[in-house]
């Protein structure tokens, strides 16, 4: 008998852990009241099967927001890897975004559904405008049209600067809940983050370990800060960003990093942590070839 309970107890903490893990990613709350986990996880490059069991492994670790876009082309694949994962639609929080191809009115809306039928699911948590080019009027009157239809929780935008944002907001109707722009610690974003926080729209890190670029990983200061806290150079930029309420989505295959980066919420950096971080500001992109 005593076996018994021992061994019930067990099967019970097993089967918790994943929400144990979920239970620790607080959230942020957008400016129409929906929640978004602060940490989630990157889809770039991620594509077939290495898409489908980068996903589903993340899900088991505990991640929650997962990142793609129509230009990924791996919608697909985050879509199997969520029913892999068995996990209930309900927990998730995903974000896909609208390519450039397909702004104007009538093109996102047919972009939309397409997005929609390849990760296989009923709604999106928060449709992005990828990137300001082409007929972005147009485009965002079809995604108010859906937001108030109920197939997307949150509407945004993604690589927007401020005379860009000003712009959709003088014929918006509904008003963006998310600019999703380049921000680790060697482009830091100061300006973009107080124009933001003025204007109530969350802002979200795409690229957070600067995609591996400028040997982040082996940089002196994150990792003599990390030695402080017993964590890595990733985890030290990861967590810089949630104490600024940045929310963001590293991305990795490979499951060790994902159980690196999900780790971050049980130390917190000092203000001299924080200033010295501020100095590695190089204020400039990383991903010239993008501009
Ligand atoms: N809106 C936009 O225009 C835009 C643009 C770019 C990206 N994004 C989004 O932002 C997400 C993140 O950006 P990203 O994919 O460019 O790069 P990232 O997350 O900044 O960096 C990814 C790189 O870091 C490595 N890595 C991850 N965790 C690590 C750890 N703990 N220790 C050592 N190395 C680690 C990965 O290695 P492995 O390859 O070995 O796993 C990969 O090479 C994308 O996946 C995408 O969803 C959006």
Redesign the pocket.
């Given at each position: 008998m005593k076996r018994l309970n021992k061994n019930a107890v067990l099967l019970w903490v097993l089967l918790a852990l994943p929400l144990i893990a979920f239970a620790q990613i607080p959230t942020v709350t957008l400016n129409n009241g929906v929640k978004m986990p602060i940490l989630g996880f990157?889809?770039?490059?991620l594509r077939e099967s290495t898409g489908v069991q980068s996903v589903a492994k993340a899900i088991s670790i505990g991640y929650r927001l997962f990142?793609?876009?129509t230009v990924?082309g791996n919608e697909e694949a985050v879509g199997e890897g969520i029913k892999k994962s068995g996990i209930d639609r309900s927990e998730l929080f995903i974000t896909t975004?609208l390519w450039v191809d397909d702004t104007g009115y009538e093109k996102t809306k047919k972009a939309f559904e397409t997005s929609l039928n390849k990760l296989g699911l009923e709604y999106i948590d928060l449709y992005?405008i990828?990137?300001p080019r082409g007929d972005l009027r147009g485009a965002w009157k079809a995604m108010e049209e859906l937001y108030e239809a109920g197939k997307i929780r949150a509407i945004g935008v993604?690589?927007f600067e401020p005379h860009q944002l000003e712009e959709l907001l003088s014929y918006a109707k509904v008003k963006p809940a998310v600019n999703?722009i380049?921000t680790?610690p060697f482009f830091q974003q100061y300006r973009e983050r107080e124009v933001l926080n003025g204007l109530n729209i969350q802002m979200e890190a795409?690229?957070?370990?600067?995609?591996?670029r400028n040997d982040i990983?082996n940089n002196p200061t994150l990792n003599a800060i990390g030695k402080k806290y017993n964590k890595?150079a990733?985890?030290v930029s990861l967590r810089w960003l949630i104490q600024r309420g940045v929310v963001t989505?590293?991305?990795?295959?490979?499951a060790e990093?994902m159980k690196?980066?999900i780790d971050i919420f049980d130390f917190e950096l000092d203000e001299a942590d924080m200033l010295k971080i501020t100095g590695l500001d190089l204020n400039t992109t990383q991903f010239p070839e993008w501009e």
């Open positions: 990157g889809t770039l490059d990142d793609t876009a990924y975004k992005l990828h990137r993604s690589n999703q380049e680790h795409w690229s957070p370990l600067a995609g591996g990983f890595s990733a985890q989505i590293p991305r990795t295959d490979n990093y690196e980066n």
